[in-house]
Each structure stands twice: as C-alpha cells, then as structure tokens.
C-alpha cells in the first residue's frame, strides 16, 4: 500500500521530526500554561533546578550552600544549562532550551527503539503521535528534570535490547538517572528486571537472564559508587536530607492512589 511504503514513511518521518521541533523551540520565551497541573511547578521548579549554572555563568560560583546546592541534587541538567548559558548567554529562552535539547532528543530516541521492537511503521506512527502530544510538548519546553529523565530512561530500554553489555549499560544508565536526575527514575529498575526475566524465558536460557540481571545490578552498583565519591561527598548532609525529602518514604502517600499504578 502507498500508506506504508518506504517513502510516505521517510516522508511522515519528517514531517514528525520538522513538527515536533517546531512545536518545541517557537516563542521559547512564552509562559508555559498556568493552568497546566495542580501547582506552579513548571513555572518555579525548571528555574530552581538550573539555578546553579546561571550562578556559575553569571558570578563565577556553583551554588553548594545550605540555601539552595542545586548542583549537588541535579548535577546533570546544570552542566546542560552551563554549557548552554556559557555558548549562547543567560536568558529565558536560554533557560528553556535546558529542556527543549533533551526533548527533541527523546523523539528520536523513541523512534529508534520503537523500531527495533516492533517496525518501521509502528515507529513512525507513534513519533507522529509524540510530536504532537501537548504534555510531552510542555515539558519539553522548560528546564524540567522530567524531560532528562524520560531521555535517560528511554536510551536504557534501548540499551536492554543490545546484549549482556547493554544490560550493563543500562543498569549504569538507570543508576545515572535516579542518582543524578531525579530519583524516580528507580521505577524503572523492576520494569527491566521483569524485562529480563520474561526475555530469559522466552528463550529457555535462565542462565543467561541471571548474567543479564547480574551485569544490571553491577552497572546499577558502579552508577551509585560515582555518586557517592563525586555527589555526596561534598556534602553528606544535606544531600541526605534531600533524598529522604524526596523519595519513596517521604511520598508514601502518593503511592497509595491506584492511579500511580
């Protein structure tokens, strides 16, 4: 059919990627909606999360204090905003491009995967249906660490179709994500076990799915050993009290609602 031959594909492939780019860098200095989710978040978190590179750029400082060590709780996107600040100058558009990079990126990310598991068809109708997905559109629009994380999370799934040093790979990626992004990204880690189980079982090889689950776990092992000599070294403290702010404890209650499942 001319629907799914090769070159309405490569043509629908295109236009995806030009839409879904366009969606995402036009009028980068427009609010996103106020109304978006039940709080300000998109209007106060992005900022807060890259505030240490602006300090950087613009005082000659990362901010490590007891005030706000932004680079100690999101080490990743301020190094993505610094470089950024420091080729193109600080700005509000600037500050947005922290998440329209990542964004733009998961695109293509998505299609890769996508097509490796399920075709070139599949893959191309789903990158036209993420171009023009409104969340994923605002997100991608400012410096969240929701649009670094999905990116991140995605090129595990990529890395969990490679073989046993991808699965490493990915266990690293996974460790990378939760400890120096945003720790939810942990709720990965038993979707990829899982992964690895029914992979292993499917072909009638558990011996190969414990080496497959084991070089997970070494690499998820090393991600956290770089975190604590290069993160929390600095400052024990108070990058402890910030994880037992921010993760699965302390949010107990969001997980009691069936929806998160």
Not at 38 to 49: E, I, K, N, P, V
Not at 233 to 238: D, G, H, K, L, S
Request: charged letters at 10%.
């Amino acid at each position: 059919m001319v629907l799914t031959g090769p070159r309405f594909l490569a043509l629908l492939l295109l236009l995806s990627l030009a839409v879904g780019a366009i969606f995402r860098f036009a009028y980068l200095r427009s609010d996103p909606p106020w109304d978006f989710t039940w709080s300000q978040a998109l209007f106060t978190d992005g900022a807060r999360a890259i505030d240490g590179a602006r300090s950087k750029v613009v005082f000659d400082r990362w901010i490590v204090d007891q005030r706000s060590p932004v680079v100690l709780f999101y080490p990743l996107i301020n190094l993505l905003a610094f470089v950024i600040f420091k080729v193109f100058g600080v700005g509000l558009l600037q500050a947005n491009l922290s998440g329209v990079i990542p964004g733009i990126v998961t695109l293509v990310v998505a299609y890769l995967g996508l097509r490796r598991v399920a075709g070139q068809l599949v893959a191309t109708i789903v990158l036209f249906n993420l171009s023009f997905c409104y969340v994923l559109i605002v997100y991608s629009r400012v410096p969240m660490l929701e649009s670094l994380e999905i990116l991140m999370l995605l090129g595990c799934f990529l890395l969990l179709l490679q073989g046993i040093r991808g699965h490493f790979l990915s266990g690293l990626l996974i460790g990378l994500a939760a400890m120096i992004v945003k720790m939810h990204a942990l709720h990965f880690l038993p979707v990829a076990l899982a992964f690895l189980l029914i992979e292993g079982r499917q072909h009638k090889a558990n011996s190969n799915a414990l080496k497959s689950i084991g070089a997970l776990l070494l690499g998820l092992g090393i991600a956290f050993v770089a975190w604590y000599v290069t993160v929390y070294r600095v400052n024990p403290a108070i990058v402890l009290k910030y994880f037992k702010s921010n993760i699965f404890v302390a949010q107990r209650s969001e997980y009691a609602g069936a929806s998160v499942f």
